[in-house]
C-alpha cells in the first residue's frame, strides 16, 4: 500500500514509526513531518491544514490510505475531500470532528444523548459569562469554544481568576477560537484518557493513558497540550472501561451516526472518574499527544490493518488489539518558556543516539539546519519513550535517557508517572 501520513509532531512521528514497521507498506509519504522521520519514509512540504495540497498530494502517490494525524487537518476538511475523490482516509469529516473543534457542540451533543458530563453553559460576550459565573462552585472551569492546541483551559481557584480569563479569552486571546467560551461545573476526580478506533457504526478499543497537562511538578503552572504519558493507566480499570464504552463509545457513535455525521478514526475520550462513575471532560477527533507514543510502543503487532478498516467503514472482522504487558512512559522535553512563549532555535546534541531496544525519543518541533545539527523549532520538542517491566522502571530508562541528551535550552517535568507510583 503507499501511505500518506498528515503531520509534523510526536505523535506522527510515532505513527510513521508504527507504520513503517507494517508488511502492507509499499511507500510511506509524510506531509510535512519532521527531521526524525527522515529515516522512515518521504518528507513532503504540504502543511497540514492545506486540504487541498494534501488531496493533490494523496492523488500524486496514487494514496492507498491517508492517516490523519493534527486536528486541523480535520476542521480544515480533508477528510470531506478525500471522501469525493474515493481515497480512504482515517480520520473524520469536519462536521463529525466537531466533537474536537467545538466545545460547545460537544458539550450540546452530549445533553442531547444523555452522556454522562458536567454541567455547563456557552457565553459569546463578557458580561453574560461573568455573571454566569453565579451559577458555578469554584474551582471555575473555563474553556476557549474552538482549537487552541491543548492550552485553551483554565482553571480558576476564585471568581476573581475567573473573570480576568474570560476578559482574556473573549479579548482574544485565542483568536476565533476563543470566540465563545464553555463555563464548566468543576469535576473531582482523576483523569484517564480511553481511545476508540471507530467505523462510523461500531467501535473496537484501541487502550487507554493517562497525560500531564499541567507544565510543572506537582501539577503546577499553565495547561499545556500534554508534558508526559504513561499506559497502562492503572485509573482505568476493567470495570470503569467496560461502563465507558457502554455509556460513552457506543452511544457518542451512535448519536453522530443518526446525526447524519458518522465518525470514522480515532476517538479519544477523556475521562473522569467521579463518584457517580465516568464523566466525558472532552473528546478528541484524534490520538492524543504524547498518549499516542505510548500506545504504539504498547501495540504488539500491526497497525496498518486497524487504520484502514475505519477509513473503510468496518471494523468488525478485527480482533482485539494485542498489548505487550510492559509499561511505557513518555516525558515530553519542551522548550524553555513553554506553553507561553518558548524559545526557539537552541541546539540538540544526543537525541539522535541508539538508547537502545527499550528507548524511543520522537521528535515533534525540530528543525535540521544547514549545517546538519538538530535545533528546536517549537513547544514540545522532544518525546522521550521507554519501556520497562513496571511504572518505576520505564521511568528510569526515559528519564536515564534524558540525561543523555545535552540541550541547555530544554525542560521537563521529573514527576511523570506520580499517581501510578502512589498506587
Known sequence: MNILLVGSGGREHALAWKIAQSPLKRRLVIAPGNPGMEKLGELRPVKADDAEGLAALAREIHADLVVVGPELALAAGLADRLAEMGIPCFGPTAKAAQLET???FSKAFLQRHGIPTAG??????VASAKAALASFQPPYVIKADGL?????VAISPDRQDAEAEIERMLGGRFGQAGARVVIEEFMDGEEGSLFALCDGKEAVLIGGAQDHKRAFDGDTGPNTGGMGAYSPAPVLSDAVVATAEATVIRPTLAGMAAEGAPYRGVLYAGLMMTAEGPKVVEFNARFG????????M????????????????????????VFKPQTVICVVFAAKGYPDSPLEGSIIRGAEQDFGPHVQ???AGTKRRDDGQLAAAGGRVLSVCAEGDDIEHARE????AIAGIDWPGGFCRSDIGWRALNR
Do not use: N, T, W
Request: with cysteine.
Open 102 to 104: 467545538s466545545k460547545a
Open 120 to 125: 455547563y453553559g456557552v457565553h459569546e460576550d
Open 148 to 152: 487552541a492546541a491543548g492550552k485553551g
Open 289 to 296: 499527544d504524547p498518549e499516542c507514543q505510548v500506545l504504539m
Open 298 to 321: 504498547r501495540l504488539d503487532g500491526d497497525i496498518v490493518p486497524y487504520l484502514l478498516a475505519c477509513a473503510r467503514g468496518d471494523v468488525s472482522h478485527l480482533p482485539p488489539p
Open 361 to 363: 525519543v520522537f521528535h
Open 397 to 400: 530508562r526515559a528519564y536515564a
